[in-house]
């Protein structure tokens, strides 16, 4: 397994516990493609560059997990799909 660094825009619409759930929801993702979560940085609400999906805010947080890397496809996935997420980047760091 490699060590992975996710950041991950969430909708910023959504209320505190829909937000919750959708850091959680990335969590249980990782655990099912047979991954593990070592820790989760909530940012918080922050002002986007520029607009995106006619947003103009979301709320970021950074998931750093371990994982083989055949689950990485699934998580950019589930990113790209799901709604609540607004934009997110898996990276392995240095």
Do not use: C
């Not at 959504?14 to 047979?34: H, N, P, S, T, Y």
């Not at 609540?84 to 240095?94: A, F, L, N, S, T």
């Amino acid at each position: 397994m490699r060590s992975y660094e996710a950041v991950v825009i969430v909708d910023a619409s959504l209320e505190e516990g829909d937000i919750q759930k959708a850091v959680d929801r990335f969590a249980g993702v990782v655990g099912d493609l047979g991954g593990e979560v070592t820790g989760i940085d909530r940012w918080g609400l922050r002002r986007f560059a520029y607009e995106i999906r006619h947003q103009k805010e979301g709320y970021y947080f950074v998931t750093n997990f371990r994982a083989p890397e055949s689950a990485i496809e699934g998580l950019e996935r589930t990113l790209r799909i799901a709604d609540e997420y607004v934009r997110g980047k898996i990276v392995r760091p240095e």
